[in-house]
T-cell receptor
Framework: SQQGEEDPQALSIQEGENATMNCSYKTSINNLQWYRQNSGRGLVHLILIRSNEREKHSGRLRVTLDTSKKSSSLLITASRAADTASYFCATGINNNDMRFGAGTRLTVKP | ETGVTQTPRHLVMGMTNKKSLKCEQHLGHNAMYWYKQSAKKPLELMFVYNFKEQTENNSVPSRFSPECPNSSHLFLHLHTLQPEDSALYLC?????????????FGSGTRLTVV
């Protein structure tokens, strides 16, 4: 299947700790994106990494991509209670056909 | 506000009803999408429109009928739905080359079929 699969399904940490979520996929891709969703709302685009890139940063977010292992990770440093949300990876093999996984539910306890 | 507006936010309908979901964007995007999100399942891509032409129908039952009159508006017409169709329906838009900025999602319509 083309879609990404996030791991773990759920993650609970204390405020100030780092949170790492992983995404694996099966087919070759040209880009991978991470999204965040607060409960019952739409998804918000966080970061996009292209297949020829290995790492990207945006604020407290760090994304890595290993195309040889067909995997990506999202690291949130110094987590806050407001980071509590579901996080999804989306993989794309052509211009605008993106497939999403079931997400990782992150809970950050104050 | 993300720039993608979905109405209504909540909808309860009987299995014999006909209703429509509406999505509107004024971001200058040329592609629009419908996704279905059910609990603990991956988002399911339903339909893709590029320049108001349907380019993908992901094996969606005919009781879901999309309409894209222009690049800014997208509808999902619903009729004779089943209880298992209850879900959050998300609309998204993007530039044709999604690598530029990813998808922009609306807040969704929470649909309950009774």
């Amino acid at each position: 299947s083309q879609q990404g699969e996030e791991d773990p399904q759920a993650l609970s940490i204390q405020e100030g700790e780092n949170a790492t979520m992983n995404c694996s996929y099966k087919t070759s891709i040209n880009n991978l994106q991470w999204y965040r969703q607060n409960s019952g709302r739409g998804l918000v685009h966080l970061i996009l990494i292209r297949s020829n890139e290995r790492e990207k940063h945006s604020g407290r977010l760090r994304v890595t991509l290993d195309t040889s292992k067909k995997s990506s990770s999202l690291l949130i440093t110094a987590s806050r209670a407001a980071d509590t949300a579901s996080y999804f990876c989306a993989t794309g093999i052509n211009n605008n056909d993106m497939r999403f996984g079931a997400g990782t539910r992150l809970t950050v306890k104050p | 506000e993300t720039g993608v507006t979905q109405t209504p936010r909540h909808l309860v309908m009987g299995m014999t009803n006909k209703k429509s979901l509406k999505c509107e964007q004024h971001l200058g995007h040329n592609a629009m999408y419908w996704y279905k999100q059910s609990a603990k399942k991956p988002l399911e891509l339903m339909f893709v429109y590029n320049f108001k032409e349907q380019t993908e129908n992901n094996s969606v039952p005919s009781r879901f009928s999309p309409e894209c009159p222009n690049s800014s508006h997208l509808f999902l017409h619903l009729h004779t739905l089943q209880p298992e169709d209850s879900a959050l329906y998300l609309c998204a838009s993007s530039r044709i080359s999604v690598e530029v900025s990813g998808y922009t999602f609306g807040s969704g319509t929470r649909l309950t079929v009774v």
